[in-house]
């Protein structure tokens, strides 16, 4: 069995371009948390110490990321409420997602530190992102692009509608 590689050079641009976490204030989910308009901001549920956001650059539509609202890095950092709604948080965003998308499966999981593939290692998230049969295909590696069947947009308000109400 060959081991293949699938490439999204556009990430490294989008990180470098975005102060991703420069370490002086420069952090980009800090900057999406304290944006005035929640809306333009993907931000799908904000509680006491988590939040669920939409990933502007989604590998499929309905791709959220949940975080802590503390920026912190690492996972073991987390007070113990923070962890509890962290992952409280995350299997609600499971559910949203699952009933927004009704995919065949969800990828679920966090990459910690830049040596495990984080883009913003600076700022702990946990991505939640929808799979079905078949959903991969030569584009993010031929052409350099992504195949989004829907407008952002139009994905916020499928997860907005299908957040259970609490």
């Known amino acids: 069995m060959t081991l293949e590689r699938l490439w999204a050079g ?19 989910l800090c900057r999406v948390l304290a944006a005035a308009d929640e809306r333009e901001a993907l931000v799908v549920w904000r509680g006491t110490h988590s939040v669920v956001i939409m990933n502007a650059y989604p590998y499929t539509s309905g791709h959220v990321m949940a975080l802590p609202l503390r920026h912190v890095a690492e996972l073991e950092d987390l007070e113990p409420d923070e962890t509890a709604e962290l992952w409280s948080t995350t299997t609600t965003a499971i ?6 998308y009704d995919p065949g499966g969800i990828n679920m999981g966090a990459n910690l530190g830049r040596a495990a593939g984080a883009g913003v290692p600076g700022h702990l998230h ?25 407008p952002l947009s139009e994905s916020y308000d499928k997860l907005q509608a299908a957040w259970p109400v609490s």
Request: aromatic share 8%.
């Open 95 to 100: 559910s949203a997602v699952k009933a927004a």
């Open 126 to 150: 946990v991505h939640v992102v929808p799979r079905w049969a078949g959903d991969t295909n030569f584009l993010t590696t031929v052409a350099e692009a992504r195949v989004l069947p829907e």
């Open 10 to 28: 556009w990430r490294s641009q989008y990180i470098a371009s975005s102060g991703a976490d420069s370490g002086d204030g420069g952090c980009v």
